[in-house]
């Protein structure tokens, strides 16, 4: 976000005094983000977050989002197409040239994103912007596992990336706790798929309805946090 918002005069949140911050000071000052998608999956874009903010969001990725990664651009571009049926009536010659006009953006890629050094990790900077976005990065790591699942369970995929030393038993104890927040009986995109959910009939997208469903729950759970403190 540093480097795009220091440059992006076509965004509203365009930073004129990031130009001269080093990502260090960005790193430390009032406007580096704060654990920016978890607030966004539960609707809460200010006070603290806690971990049970976390969990509800965990849950929102594996029961509302069909999760797609940056870093596998194509293959996520791919399931997109396929999840939702886009161009599925769409003639052959014209499919040809959507398969090759997507190919072509994503090989450009975003100059946005990709016209920059990376910071060092365990860097001072580095740490400073993990403190921040600590729920961020648990959830991104765990988006990565429902990617993966997801391209087993939905799209058949098969050894498409190798599941981490322990992973079952690491995604059944987070699963647990996912179950834990907000009450049960939701499906997840695999099981709405196989129950024919897709072909594009039906949007898996969070609503404004979701969002707020969500934080309801968010605060039951911490209603329920704070007397068990109380106790």
């Known amino acids: 976000m540093y480097y795009y918002l220091a440059k992006a005069t076509w965004d509203p949140q365009y930073n004129p005094q990031l130009t001269q911050m080093s990502v260090e000071d960005?790193?430390?000052?009032?406007?580096?983000?704060?654990?920016?998608?978890?607030?966004?999956?539960?609707?809460?874009?200010?006070g603290t977050l806690n971990h049970s903010d976390m969990l509800m969001a965990k849950k929102v990725i594996k029961f509302k989002c069909l999760v797609g990664l940056y870093d596998d651009i194509e293959t996520s571009m791919a399931r997109f197409h396929r999840y939702f049926g886009w161009n599925a009536k769409e003639a052959p010659a014209t499919k040809s040239r959507i398969?090759?006009?997507?190919?072509?953006?994503?090989?450009?890629?975003?100059?946005?994103?990709?016209?920059?050094?990376?910071?060092?990790?365990?860097?001072?900077?580095?740490?400073?912007?993990?403190h921040q976005?600590?729920?961020?990065?648990e959830l991104y790591e765990y988006a990565k596992k429902i990617y993966r699942i997801q391209?087993?369970?939905?799209?058949d995929v098969v050894g498409h990336e190798p599941p981490p030393r322990d992973g079952s038993k690491i995604m059944e104890e987070e699963d647990e706790q996912v179950a834990e927040v907000g009450g049960g009986g939701s499906k997840s995109m695999a099981e709405e798929y196989e129950d024919g959910g897709s072909t594009g009939s039906k949007s898996m997208t969070l609503t404004m309805e979701d969002a707020a469903e969500v934080e309801d729950n968010a605060d039951d759970e911490q209603d329920?946090?704070?007397?068990?403190?109380?106790?």
Not at 133 to 137: A, C, E, K
Not at 151 to 155: H, L, S, T, V
Not at 224 to 231: C, E, K, P, S, Y
Request: hydrophobic residues 35%.
């Open 99 to 130: 398969k090759q006009c997507t190919s072509e953006k994503i090989t450009q890629g975003d100059k946005n994103i990709l016209e920059h050094p990376t910071v060092r990790q365990n860097s001072v900077a580095w740490n400073a912007i993990v």
């Open 133 to 137: 976005n600590r729920f961020d990065m």
């Open 26 to 46: 960005y790193a430390k000052s009032k406007y580096i983000e704060n654990n920016w998608l978890t607030r966004f999956l539960v609707s809460k874009p200010g």
């Open 151 to 155: 391209g087993e369970q939905i799209f």
């Open 224 to 231: 329920t946090l704070r007397t068990m403190d109380g106790a």
